[in-house]
């Protein structure tokens, strides 16, 4: 199956992965918090786990395992507590998790470069898992769950990709940032610009856990902060000579190919909303 996959086009298998992913996970979304949490604990862990075996493509030597660890707990405990579930205090548990990563590389006797990558470690866990823990801020009040929220931030992503991609392919001239994404272009970044405030319009009439202009701030942070975010995991792939994060999801590569304008977009949208509600 994916031998038969990998010999469609690229946009045939972006079609056929959207077909079966994005159903269920909208379903996931929707259900109940809980179903929710399981789906982006998944991502979290997944996507974790791909950034730090692309490290090690570059004979790097991060502390996967704790640090994937580090970053599932840490999700887990903003969801509970964030859910009323648990004590706020419990977020000091979060200290001495990262702090015991020193220990740790104090026993790691093949690594030549430990202070290298204990950061690279924490990287792993500042730029992917707080990322997708913030998350948990976003539809998790004191009001209840806010499907509609998470679900309005990835609308509005994937109409960005989609813009992009299609007004970059047939109308791509100009050069956005040939040093780090060579096929990157304007025409592409305002085409996602526009398809983001076309679908920024329409959530207005549907979802109402937002002001109207509160989505079309949401959706100006996606298509900047988005964009910025897919070039700067096009600058770490060029760093360690890779073109695709991974190949577990057909036409887009890997999970952080498919989530890395999320990654760097939800702290500014949390943030946003956080002062401005």
């Known amino acids: 199956m994916t031998s038969k996959l990998t ?3 690229n946009l045939t298998q972006r079609i056929i992965a959207a077909v079966v992913a994005i159903p269920l996970m909208v379903f996931m979304i929707f259900y109940n918090q809980w179903s929710y ?8 862990l997944l996507t974790q786990r791909e950034f730090y075996k692309l490290l090690k493509l570059d004979e790097n030597l991060p502390l996967a395992f704790y640090g994937t ?9 903003t969801f509970l507590i964030e859910a009323n579930l648990l004590s706020f205090k419990y977020y000091y548990v979060i200290i001495p998790l990262l702090t015991a990563t020193f220990f740790i590389k104090l026993y790691k006797k093949n690594d030549k470069k430990p202070f290298l990558n204990l950061g690279y470690t924490f990287l792993g866990i500042i730029y992917v898992a707080m990322p997708f ?17 998470i679900m309005g931030c990835l609308l509005l992503l994937w109409a960005n990709d989609t813009g992009a991609y299609f007004a970059g392919r ?3 001239r100009r050069k956005l940032f040939e040093r780090v994404s060579p096929k990157k272009t304007w025409e592409g ?11 920024a319009f ?3 009439k549907y979802f109402n856990d937002l002001l109207d202009w509160q989505w079309y701030g949401v959706a100006t942070i996606i298509f900047t902060t988005g964009t910025l975010g897919d070039l700067v995991e096009s600058l770490f792939k060029r760093s360690i000579s890779i ?28 943030t946003f909303l956080k002062i401005f509600s």
């Open 243 to 270: 073109k695709d994060s991974g190949s577990m999801i057909p036409g887009h590569g890997g999970f952080m190919d498919r989530f890395d304008g999320l990654l760097l977009s939800i702290p500014f949208i949390v």
């Open 37 to 44: 949490g399981v789906l982006f604990l998944l991502i979290t």
């Open 69 to 77: 660890f580090c970053g599932i707990l840490i999700f887990v405990l």
């Open 170 to 172: 047939f109308l791509g």
């Open 7 to 9: 010999n469609l086009s």
């Open 133 to 149: 823990a913030l998350i948990n801020e976003l539809v998790l009040q004191d009001s209840g769950y806010k499907p509609q929220l």
């Open 189 to 199: 970044f305002f085409g996602g610009a526009i398809t983001s405030i076309i679908v």
């Open 202 to 204: 329409i959530l207005t």
